[in-house]
């Protein structure tokens, strides 16, 4: 259940209305959001996958 979680953030993009929120809250451009939301979720996923893995260890 941890790893679908974390993978359902990588590569979020303009479907996502965190996305319009960070857009609006910031004053951002769709480009410059594009890049900053899409790049920030997609490491925010990777870390949270690698940290399940590590996890799984122990457990």
């Given at each position: 259940?941890?790893?679908?979680?974390?993978?359902?953030?990588?590569?979020?993009h303009?479907?996502?209305?965190g996305?319009?929120?960070?857009k609006?809250?910031?004053?951002?451009?769709?480009?410059e959001?594009?890049?900053?939301w899409?790049?920030?979720?997609?490491?925010?996923?990777?870390?949270?996958?690698?940290?399940?893995?590590?996890?799984?260890?122990?457990?």
């Open positions: 259940a941890l790893a679908t979680g974390a993978g359902s953030l990588i590569l979020s303009v479907n996502d209305s996305f319009w929120m960070i609006e809250y910031f004053g951002m451009t769709v480009k959001t594009l890049l900053t899409t790049a920030m979720e997609t490491i925010l996923s990777v870390v949270a996958l690698g940290l399940i893995s590590i996890l799984n260890i122990f457990v």
